[in-house]
């Protein structure tokens, strides 16, 4: 493979291990706050989910239509910026309030970032190496899922929320490093000046036509969404 498809992988390592930092470190030290702590919990799940419900839709028309690689660098800053200024507040509540903003935002972040990324794989490595490509991805991934909940449990254990926050912040920073070196010219990329708010339901039409004509797609996406019906119950249950 490619340097660059080597900088996805890494990008995407380092994103992962974030994830978990900031999803394990909010949820143990919310928890840990009693009865209103678990209260609190539950609206810092919800709203990520309904985020995601609501802004998803429009994720990968943007990524149609404007440059992934911009994209992911301005998702990656603003979500590093925001973790970053998050671990300097010292007072509980604003804490509080502070995370269930932060959630949001990254959830509308990762909801155009996600088909960014998606996307510009397929310009940046060779169609014979993707199969190569998603299974060195997803063996790195799954590495990572298994001992990032060890890092986070030791950064929580023996430091605070604050420095989660900041180590959270640093994987952001890097990740945008990561894709700010990835090649500047995306000749797949749509013109600018085409694009209208017309465009973006006239889009999401025709992705609901071709997969509602595709039954192979509709049903694989039916039994995906069954699936994660029943995790998103798990996780917020699981605290």
């Given amino acids: 493979?490619?340097?660059y498809?080597?900088?996805l992988i890494s990008r995407g390592a380092v994103n992962k291990i974030g994830n978990m930092l900031y999803d394990y470190g909010n949820s143990v030290w919310l928890a840990s706050m009693g009865t209103i702590g678990q209260t609190v919990l539950g609206i810092y799940q919800i709203s990520e989910l309904v985020t995601s419900i609501l802004v998803n839709p429009f994720g990968g028309v943007i990524s149609?239509?404007?440059s992934r690689r911009k994209i992911l660098m301005t998702t990656d800053l603003i979500c590093g910026i925001l973790c970053l200024a998050i671990s300097f507040i010292r007072n509980d509540s604003w804490m509080i309030g502070a995370l269930i903003v932060a959630n949001i935002v990254q959830a509308i972040a990762f909801a155009?970032?996600?088909p960014a990324n998606?996307?510009?794989?397929t310009e940046l490595v060779e169609k014979d190496e993707l199969v190569l490509y998603n299974s060195r991805l997803e063996l790195v991934l799954q590495v990572v899922s298994v001992s990032s909940p060890v890092l986070s449990f030791l950064v929580l254990q023996f430091s605070s929320l604050h420095l989660t926050l900041l180590l959270d912040a640093l994987t952001f920073f890097i990740a945008f490093v990561l894709v700010a070196l990835l090649p500047k010219e995306e000749p797949m990329v749509q013109d600018k000046k085409l694009f209208t708010?017309?465009?973006i339901f006239a889009d999401i039409k025709d992705g609901l036509h071709y997969i509602w004509h595709q039954k192979e797609i509709f049903?694989?996406?039916l039994v995906a969404s069954s699936v994660n019906f029943?995790?998103?119950a798990f996780e917020f249950l699981l605290p």
């Fill in 118 to 121: 998606k996307a510009i794989i």
């Fill in 219 to 221: 049903f694989l996406l």
């Fill in 197 to 199: 708010g017309k465009d």
């Fill in 1 to 3: 493979m490619n340097r």
């Fill in 112 to 114: 155009f970032s996600r």
């Fill in 230 to 232: 029943f995790f998103a």
């Fill in 5 to 7: 498809a080597l900088q």
């Fill in 64 to 66: 149609d239509r404007f």
